[in-house]
């Protein structure tokens, strides 16, 4: 099993760009897809973004379209999430979760390997 930790976030204006970056452990990481939630203040963990395996298949969250890009690099265990034209209800922590196995999933509840999470806080 792989473990997750996230980086990147900060405190950014509104229109400002911002990579976050999640570095895996273990040998393994090219069999899981990688997935990319976010959480903010009384709210549900919001699905973002996922990369599958090999990076032949990605999909975006509906509020993240066009603005986020998601990556991977499987020879150095990353999986990246580009933010660009960042808007105050971006503001949330970010966590990376991977999944093993054949079928993509949107639903953090389908995840149990998560990293600890990185505050992206969006000023107007």
């Known amino acids: 099993q792989v473990q997750l930790v996230e980086s990147g976030g900060g405190l950014v204006q509104a229109g400002d760009s911002l990579r976050l970056s999640c570095t895996a452990s273990?040998?393994?990481?090219?069999?899981?897809?990688m997935t990319w939630f976010r959480q903010a203040p009384g709210k549900e963990r919001e699905f973002v973004a996922v990369?599958?395996?090999?990076?032949?298949?990605?999909n975006y969250g509906d509020s993240v379209k066009g603005r986020f890009t998601i990556s991977r690099d499987n020879a150095k265990n990353m999986v990246y999430l580009q933010m660009n034209s960042l808007k105050p209800e971006d503001t949330a922590v970010y966590y990376c979760?991977?999944?093993?196995?054949?079928?993509?999933?949107?639903?953090?509840?389908?995840?149990?390997?998560w990293g600890q999470g990185t505050l992206v806080t969006v000023s107007s």
């Open positions: 979760a991977a999944r093993s196995g054949a079928a993509i999933y949107y639903s953090a509840s389908n995840y149990d390997t």
């Open positions: 990369i599958s395996r090999g990076g032949g298949t990605i």
């Open positions: 273990g040998r393994t990481f090219s069999s899981y897809h």
